[in-house]
């Protein structure tokens, strides 16, 4: 399935000789997906970052353990509710309450967890 994402736009997913959906692959991704998983990275300690975090709307914050933080630096993952133009806001009120973010991004859906939640497993 990693292969039909990187040649196709539209997809039609079938289950049992029946069409489950079809449509823009983006579009499906979103529709999937109600909640969005955010992964922050800031230039400040847990204590520092976590209040801001949770201030600025962000749900169930939980600090990302790895051995290739450098000091002063943390991790989170945070879930997030909203379309676009809120988790861009979302960026400029954490960079507003003078939080130094270095990395944002949101955890991307693919093809095969699209397919994995429109499918029961139903063979014909």
Known sequence: LSDVSEIC???AILEAGKLVASGN???LQQQIQSTRIITI???ADAPQAEPVLR?????????VETNHLLPGRSRWQASFHGDDRALSDLLTALVHENLPVVHFSEQQTDIEDVFMQLTQGIVS
């Open 9 to 11: 736009t539209d997809v």
């Open 25 to 27: 692959i983006g579009t």
């Open 41 to 43: 990275e800031v230039l």
């Open 55 to 63: 201030a600025a709307g962000l749900h169930d914050v939980q600090p």
